[in-house]
C-alpha cells in the first residue's frame, strides 16, 4: 500500500486561503468517503482535523474545510493564522490492510 | 472525554525486545478500535497496524507484518506494540489513536512514546 501523495509544502501570508491536495488511487481515496485530515505541531501529538472528507470534529476551527474529487482530497484552511503553521497529512480508509493508509505529509508555512 | 495514556520512553539494545503500552480510559473500550503510528525522526505518520478491543480482529500493513506483534487486554482497556529483536532502524516516535468501531477516523491519541534502538 502506498502512501497517499501530498505536496510537501505550502506557504500563505495570515488571512489568506490555501488548499493541500491528497492524491490517491481508486482503492482508498476514490473508493471510499473515508478520508481524515490530521494537524500536527512539531513534538505534538497529531489532531483530527476533518473526518469523513468534509466534517469537523467539535471544538475545531470552521476555518478549515474538506473536499474530494475523484481520487483527489483536500483540505482548505482560510482565513490563515500563524498558530496554523503546522503539518497536516490526510488519510484514507483503503481495501488493504490495515485498513488505513496515511499521505506523505505537507508542512504549512505562515508567511 | 476519552484519554489515551502511553508507556514512557525507552532506550534499548538491538537484538532485545520491548513491548510498549497505550491505556484507554473515560469510555467502554471494548467498543473501540487502536491503531499504531510510527514516526522516525524527521518524517511522516505510518500506519503500523490496528486491533479492535471488542474482539479478535488485527490487522496489519504489509511494512509491519511479521516485525511486530499488536495484542490487547480488554479487561484493562490496554494495546500493547511488541517486538522480539529491536534494530536501530526501529528508533521512532510510536503514537496510538482510538476510533469508536464503525467509525473510520482517530480522533484520540496517545502522547507518544520514544524508543531509541543504539549500541
Known amino acids: 500500500q502506498s502512501a497517499l501523495t501530498q505536496p510537501a509544502s505550502v506557504s500563505g501570508s495570515p488571512g489568506q486561503s490555501i488548499t493541500i491536495s491528497c492524491t490517491g488511487t481508486?482503492?482508498?481515496?476514490?473508493?471510499?468517503?473515508?478520508v481524515s485530515w490530521y494537524q500536527q505541531h512539531p513534538g505534538k501529538a497529531p489532531k483530527l482535523m476533518i473526518y469523513?472528507?468534509?466534517n469537523r470534529p467539535s471544538g475545531v476551527s470552521n476555518r478549515f474545510s474538506g473536499s474530494k474529487s475523484g481520487n483527489t482530497a483536500s483540505l482548505t484552511i482560510s482565513g490563515l493564522q500563524a498558530e496554523d503553521e503546522a503539518d497536516y497529512y490526510c488519510?484514507?480508509?483503503?481495501?488493504?490492510?490495515?485498513?488505513?493508509?496515511f499521505g506523505t505529509g505537507t508542512k504549512v508555512t505562515v508567511l | 472525554e476519552v484519554q489515551l495514556v502511553q508507556s514512557g520512553a525507552e532506550v534499548k539494545k538491538p537484538g532485545e525486545s520491548l513491548k510498549i503500552s497505550c491505556k484507554g480510559s473515560g469510555y467502554s473500550f471494548t467498543s473501540f478500535w487502536i491503531g499504531w503510528v510510527r514516526q522516525m525522526p524527521g518524517k511522516g505518520l505510518e500506519w503500523m497496524g490496528i486491533?479492535?478491543?471488542?474482539?479478535?480482529?488485527?490487522r496489519y500493513s504489509p511494512s509491519f507484518q511479521g516485525q511486530v506483534t499488536i495484542s490487547a487486554d480488554k479487561s484493562i482497556s490496554t494495546a500493547y506494540l511488541q517486538w522480539s529483536s529491536l534494530k536501530a532502524s526501529d528508533t521512532a516516535m510510536y503514537y496510538c489513536?482510538?476510533?469508536?468501531?464503525?467509525?473510520?477516523?482517530?480522533?484520540?491519541w496517545g502522547q507518544g512514546t520514544l524508543v531509541t534502538v543504539s549500541s
Open positions: 469523513e472528507v468534509s
Open positions: 486491533i479492535y478491543l471488542g474482539g479478535s480482529d488485527t
Open positions: 481508486s482503492s482508498d481515496v476514490g473508493r471510499y468517503n473515508y
Open positions: 489513536a482510538s476510533a469508536v468501531h464503525g467509525t473510520t477516523y482517530f480522533d484520540d
Open positions: 488519510s484514507s480508509y483503503t481495501s488493504s490492510s490495515p485498513s488505513y493508509v
